[in-house]
């Protein structure tokens, strides 16, 4: 069964065919600051899996390597793109429509954690975000 999205307002909509290559919990500050919450989660995708629909999400450079995404018109973050991982897409979890059936793996940039936020949930903790964030380490 394809997962489905959108957005807040409900311009962007996606659809994915296929399961998630990995879904993480990114505690750095930059994602911090894109979704205005205390803790990002990516569910990671084939891009080739995920189709929208609707005006294009606006994209913005926020790095020299990486673009993040959000809906023009009610600014709900939307995706995480490598310019290094074409083929990937880090989908914000919030915005699916299943995604109270994720599972979360790890926890990125633990070291940005905000000390309050308490997830006792017993994942792996990376001091950054490793290479291979699909493989246990
Ligand atoms: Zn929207
Ligand atoms: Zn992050």
Known sequence: MPMTGHCLCG?????IEAA????????????RRHSGAAVLTYAKFDMRAVTFSG?????????PGARRTHCGTCGSPVSFLYDGEPQSIYVVAGILDQ???????AHWYEADRLP?????????????QPDDEGKAS
Do not use: F, Q
Request: with cysteine; net charge positive; hydrophobic share 35%.
């Open 11 to 15: 311009e962007v909509r996606l659809k």
């Open 20 to 31: 998630p290559i990995a879904v993480t919990h990114c505690h750095c500050s930059m994602c």
């Open 55 to 63: 005006p294009p999400p606006v994209v913005y450079r926020s790095s």
């Open 99 to 105: 995604a109270n059936a994720l599972l979360p793996s």
């Open 116 to 128: 309050w936020l308490h997830m006792e949930d017993g994942l792996p903790r990376h001091a950054t």
